[in-house]
Every structure is written in structure tokens, then in C-alpha cells.
């Protein structure tokens, strides 16, 4: 039972490098969300996808960006690194519902450097 | 837009106490509530669901309550043990909006 996984779990980029988390959940949720956790600051939204096709911003959007072409993945995209998105990434799925709770990755950790 | 504050940010506590984390959220339109436990260089694992008709969740040693009026959520923990150690996290889901809403957490420290 995997769950949420994300892809990769640790990296280090240089500035202006660019590279794409991977989020793949096997639950068949509709919804999937990217979210970044800085000492703090909590969980601030980055973007999140409400079904396979779909995309929209959330509190924090510049410089990201996202796809998903595939109901069980929801990529996540840097174009040009800057050190501001030294941070660790966090990917989240759920189902609609008043029952339905979000489950997490385990986290990607991103230095930029 | 929706705030979401966890008070206190860090606790300290004997094994053994029983202790109360508070959440608080600005907007009461909520779809549900939901509170996660994080261990340090982990990811966030789901505690307790709160439904928005619901009062009150239990698992274990863990009671949730919800009152939506006044915009309050609280986690009571019992018999806090030091394996209970972690930062703990409230994180709404409001109406019309597909998204999860977090406060900063509480970082709690049950001391042997």
C-alpha cells in the first residue's frame, strides 16, 4: 500500500538549474496538491490539480510550475532555481467528501545553492 | 482568505500529563478538519478527521473536538507519552475550495 510517493527525496540544485518533482498516488484521488513547509511559516499552498487535466494556483505559484497529464501523478517544476525555494516540498492527494482526509509524502528536501 | 493559528508554537510537559493543543481558523465555512502529527525530517501522518456536522473525533489516547462558531479546534492528549513527541498539526478544508488550509503547528516534547 504505497500511498503518496514522491520522487526524489533528497536534491541540490545550483541556481538556475532546473528539475521536476515527481508525486504519484495510488488511491485514485481526484485531488493532488503541492505544498512547501519553511521553519516558521507552516504549509503554504503552492498549486494543486482537482482532476486529471487540471491545474490552479495557490498562495505561492511564481516560479513553479505543474501538469498533470495522468490521474495518479501531479508533476512539479523549477525553470530556474533561485536559493529562495531552498525548502522541503510536500505532495498531498484526497478524495472529495466530508469524510475524506488528505494523506502526505514523505517529503522532498531541496537546497539551492 | 483563511488563517489558521496553532497555539501554543511549543510545549514542554512531564510523561504522564494529560495536555490540550488549540487550533483556531477565521473562516467557519469549513468542510472539515483535519489533525496531522510530524516527525522531525518526516512527512505528515493523519491523526484525526473532523467532519464540519461533527462535534468531537476519538482515537486512542487522542480526543478532537470541533466547534465551528467560534472558529476553534482543540486535540486532547492523554497520558502524553515521550514517544508522543512531534509537531503537531491542524489544517482545515473549506467549502467551495479544494484546498487544505495549515496552521504553523505545536512542537511538543513529552519529557521520560
Known amino acids: 500500500n504505497a500511498g503518496v510517493t514522491q520522487t526524489p527525496k533528497f536534491r541540490v540544485l545550483k541556481t538556475g538549474q532546473s528539475m521536476t518533482l515527481l508525486c504519484a498516488q495510488d488511491?485514485?484521488?481526484?485531488?493532488m496538491y503541492w505544498y512547501r513547509q519553511d521553519p516558521g511559516m507552516g504549509l503554504r499552498l503552492i498549486h494543486y490539480?482537482?482532476?486529471?487535466?487540471?491545474?490552479a494556483k495557490g498562495e505561492v505559484p511564481d516560479g513553479y510550475n505543474v501538469s498533470r497529464l495522468k490521474k495518479q501523478n501531479f508533476l512539479l517544476g523549477l525553470e530556474s532555481a533561485a536559493p529562495s525555494q531552498t525548502s522541503v516540498y510536500f505532495c498531498?492527494?484526497?478524495?472529495?467528501?466530508?469524510?475524506?482526509?488528505?494523506?502526505f509524502g514523505q517529503g522532498t528536501r531541496l537546497t539551492v545553492v | 482568505k483563511q488563517e489558521v493559528t496553532q497555539i501554543p508554537a511549543a510545549l514542554s510537559v512531564p510523561e504522564g500529563e494529560n495536555l490540550v493543543l488549540n487550533c483556531s481558523f477565521t473562516?467557519?465555512?469549513?468542510?472539515?478538519l483535519q489533525w496531522f502529527r510530524q516527525d522531525p525530517g518526516k512527512g505528515l501522518t493523519s491523526l484525526l478527521l473532523i467532519q464540519s456536522s461533527q462535534r468531537e473525533q476519538t482515537s486512542g489516547r487522542l480526543n478532537a473536538s470541533l466547534d465551528k462558531s467560534s472558529g476553534r479546534s482543540t486535540l486532547y492528549i492523554a497520558a502524553s507519552q515521550p514517544g508522543d513527541s512531534a509537531t503537531y498539526l491542524c489544517a482545515v478544508r473549506l467549502y467551495n475550495f479544494n484546498k487544505f488550509y495549515f496552521g504553523s503547528g505545536t512542537k511538543l516534547n513529552v519529557k521520560p
Open positions: 473562516d467557519s465555512a469549513i468542510y472539515n
Open positions: 490539480s482537482v482532476g486529471e487535466g487540471t491545474t
Open positions: 498531498a492527494s484526497s478524495q472529495t467528501g466530508f469524510d475524506t482526509e488528505a494523506f
Open positions: 488511491m485514485n484521488h481526484e485531488y
